[in-house]
């Protein structure tokens, strides 16, 4: 199959018409979309991301009537976060409305839904008689796609079509909120931090990010988000003497330390977490294609998106075994 990369919505609309699927650029990371009433084409999202079916799909919608049309109850603080954050990087977890078929939520009774903040998806889905299910379009296991041309790199001769729409403003995927009573739970940490979630919602969040990421026991699934050298994250100043005798591809944030590397990059020269949220994925790509031994990676501070950027470094590191 010969895979177009264009910014043409209306080419974009006949090859998911005809249950096949497209790459969509959102503000958080390209995904992989298809029409999410059909099973077909949920069924060929799987099989091109070599998905495992008991790990469900996010539905993207172009409005918040299309969430109430998926879903049967929303709760309060979901309408209060929606009308701060929407469109934008944060995906709800609401019981689903029987529209939506269980391939896309693998069973289970709540849907995970979203609009995404991009002019060109959203110019997309407003034409569509339904919704897109998209998971990040890269290959299962691999670091998330950014720009049109990672997807390429990625899955070439396995869909008809990319939507370009240049590299993504946040570069990191949406937090996933869910709703449990009284309580709103951060199920993954991602484009929208806690502290503007709380700010919001005028409490505490609880965090429970294990299930959403690893749905059987960790170990189970291969690393999340991994390049192919492995990659070390932690302190730089106690990881590089580790790896004297190694050719280094190197990721800062802000301050430099000094040495003899294979390669360096900068995530933040002005140590701001968002620039690097922005920069991460394209980053360890660089690294990755730089011919290093091994990837050592700052990680950051504990605020903003530096929670999120950690997390996906952590599920990146090299696991032995
Ligand atoms: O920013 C994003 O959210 C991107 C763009 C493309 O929208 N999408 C994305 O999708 O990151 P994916 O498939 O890579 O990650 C979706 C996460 C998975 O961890 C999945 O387990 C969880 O959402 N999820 C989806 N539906 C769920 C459900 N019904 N219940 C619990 N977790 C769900
Ligand atoms: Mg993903």
Redesign the pocket.
């Known amino acids: 199959m010969e895979t177009i990369l264009n910014s043409n919505v209306d080419e974009a609309i006949k090859w998911l018409n005809s249950n096949e699927l497209v790459a ?1 650029p ?8 298809g029409n999410a009433l059909k099973e077909e084409a949920v069924l060929k999202i799987f099989k091109a991301k070599s ?1 495992p079916y008991f ?6 919608v172009d409005r918040w009537e299309s969430v109430m049309h998926y879903t049967r109850f929303i709760p309060e603080a979901a309408n209060l976060l929606a009308k701060e954050f929407c469109p934008g ?1 944060i ?1 709800f ?1 609401l019981p ?1 409305s029987n529209l939506v078929p269980d391939l ?3 069973g ?5 839904i ?1 609009i ?1 903040a991009h002019p060109l998806t959203l110019q997309l889905l407003r034409k569509l008689s339904y919704p897109l299910a ?5 290959r299962f296991g691999y670091v ?1 796609p950014t720009n049109a041309g990672h997807v390429l790199d990625g899955l070439r001769g396995l869909i008809p079509y990319i939507l370009d729409g240049g590299p993504c403003l ?1 570069g ?3 937090t ?1 909120v ?1 709703f449990e009573e009284e309580d709103v739970i951060v ?2 940490n ?2 929208i931090s806690m502290e503007r979630i709380e700010a919001i919602i005028g409490k505490k969040v609880m965090v429970k990010t294990e ?3 690893h ?1 059987v026991a960790p170990g189970m699934l291969k690393s999340h988000y991994a390049t192919n050298t492995p990659l070390y994250a932690g302190d730089l100043e106690k990881l590089f003497p580790q790896f004297q005798e190694k050719e280094i591809a190197l990721i800062e944030f802000g301050t430099k330390i000094s040495g003899d590397f294979k390669c360096r990059f900068n995530l933040s020269q002005a140590g701001d977490t968002d620039e690097a949220a922005r920069n991460l994925f394209s980053t360890m790509r660089k690294a990755d294609a730089c011919g290093a031994d091994v990837i050592l990676c700052t990680t950051l501070p504990e605020t903003g998106l530096g929670i999120a950027i950690n997390d996906r470094l952590k599920r990146a590191s090299f696991q032995e075994g």
């Open positions: 969509i959102t503000e958080t990371v390209y995904g992989l979309a998905r790990n469900p799909l996010i539905l993207h990087p995906t977890l689903k896309v939520t693998a289970h009774d709540k849907v995970a979203r995404p998209a998971p990040s379009a890269n998330s946040v990191l995927e949406s996933i869910d199920r993954r991602g484009g299930d959403a990421e749905p």
